[in-house]
């Protein structure tokens, strides 16, 4: 079973800054597929990005996601209020899917 | 676009049984893979496991494997998660999404098992 961790667990930023949200693989992502969700509190997750670098149908060009293999990125720009919520990492290359443990991203 | 609704939150005895529901809309049902993700109180989503209604084959993630079981019946379009005997660690909000890739999501169940 593939385990993901995230860095940071909490991540405070201000209104207009630049969020990088890491997610690190305990083995190789088989084809980069890589999701991000982001949650609020109350509802469900949301999809983001698939494939490691696809924005889902909606998601503004402030959301981008990189990475490959082990290394997985998501950057968020000019930080929105909305924006701040906890983000999760997926991978559905290998059976059991696995989520990382949430990071965090609150004002400062 | 794909439209997953769950059924209703559930309060229940340990030891008694629950079947939970995710009827799909918007998209053809046996098309994709339905999964189904765990949530407890404050924590993270865990994956459980995950069906393709054409044909019925299921994948459990280990922690879940006999523990509840996925089925679906694809003539209503609709998902299911089951318990025979639920635990009071069975509280929890339960998720079933659409595809691998989870690109859309039902509203969620809250499942409470309390004596």
């Known amino acids: 079973e593939i385990v993901l961790t995230q860095s940071p667990d909490t991540l405070s930023l201000s209104p207009g800054g630049r969020a990088t949200l890491s997610c690190r693989a305990s083995q190789t992502v088989t084809s980069s597929f890589l999701a991000w969700f982001q949650q609020k509190p109350g509802q469900a997750p949301s999809l983001l990005i698939f494939?490691?670098?696809s924005r889902a149908t909606g998601i503004p060009d402030r959301f981008s996601g990189s990475g490959s293999g082990t290394n997985f990125t998501l950057t968020i720009t000019r930080l929105e209020p909305e924006d701040f919520a906890v983000y999760y990492c997926?991978?559905?290359?290998?059976?059991?899917?696995?989520f990382g443990q949430g990071t965090k991203l609150e004002i400062k | 676009e794909g439209h997953l609704v769950q059924s209703g939150a559930e309060v229940k005895k340990p030891g008694e049984s629950l079947k939970i529901s995710c009827q799909a809309s918007?998209?053809?049902?046996?098309?994709?893979?339905i999964g189904w993700v765990r949530q407890m109180p404050g924590k993270g989503l865990e994956w459980m496991g995950i069906?393709?209604?054409?044909?019925?084959?299921?994948k459990y993630s280990p922690s879940f494997q006999g523990q509840v079981t996925i089925s679906a019946d694809k003539s209503i379009s609709t998902a299911y998660l089951q318990w025979d005997s639920l635990k009071a660690s069975d509280t929890a909000t339960y998720y079933c999404?659409?595809?691998?890739?989870?690109?859309?999501w039902g509203q969620g169940t809250l499942v409470t098992v309390s004596s």
């Open positions: 999404a659409r595809a691998y890739y989870s690109d859309s």
């Open positions: 069906i393709y209604p054409a044909d019925s084959e299921t």
């Open positions: 494939g490691a670098s």
């Open positions: 918007g998209f053809t049902f046996t098309d994709y893979w």
């Open positions: 997926q991978q559905y290359g290998s059976s059991p899917c696995s």
